[in-house]
């Protein structure tokens, strides 16, 4: 995993692309984590242990052509989250068989939310959901405009560690098919 790491130490250039372009991030940073062993075994569990990914430091999970390299995988997930950040952050909330919710976007990068860990932080949560938008953003659901229900709100939740990761992006994992 040290190649990946490196890999990115060795790609400032990178970072700092994502950075300048200064897009518009929510200001909200949740106060609790998520225990990554546990994110990277939903993940795997909801592709059928069939794809190789990349685990950031917020949780973020990144899908990677197979066969990379750690190097190459780890600048391939960042160039994924800089791709999504850099443009319109678009969501896909779905509630899954076991009770999270995974968050996709446009380009392919996911967030699982573990649901006893939204529901032990639910008051933190649904006091700063809304800090969760970015500014001046507006998202349309059948609530109404920024109006959310329960899945809504861990959206939210699971598209904050989206954005932590793409403006910090740290790899944590390489995971490889099984």
């Avoid at 685990?55 to 990379?68: E, F, P, Y």
């Avoid at 999504?84 to 509630?95: G, K, L, T």
């Avoid at 446009?106 to 699982?112: K, T």
């Avoid at 006091?127 to 500014?135: E, I, Q």
């Amino acid at each position: 995993m040290t190649g990946a790491l490196s890999a990115l130490a060795l790609q400032p250039a990178l970072v700092r692309k994502v950075l300048a372009m200064d897009p518009p991030v929510p200001k909200w940073r949740p106060s609790f984590s998520q225990p990554l062993d546990r994110i990277e075994d939903r993940f795997s569990y909801y592709f059928n242990g069939g794809r190789d990914f990349a685990v950031l430091r917020n949780g973020t999970c990144v899908l990677l052509d197979d066969g990379l390299s750690d190097g190459a995988a780890s600048m391939a997930a960042v160039g994924t989250l800089s791709r999504i950040i850099n443009y319109h952050p678009d969501m896909q909330p779905s509630p899954m068989d076991d009770g999270n919710v995974l968050v996709g976007y446009d380009h392919p990068a996911f967030n699982v939310v573990l649901s006893d860990i939204a529901k032990a932080h639910w008051a933190e949560i649904e006091a700063r959901h809304l800090d969760g938008l970015a500014k001046d953003e507006v998202l349309v659901t059948p609530l109404g405009a920024n109006v959310f229900d329960e899945v809504g709100k861990k959206a939210l939740l699971g598209r904050c560690y989206m954005f932590m990761d793409a403006l910090a992006p740290k790899v944590m994992h390489i995971h490889r098919r099984s």
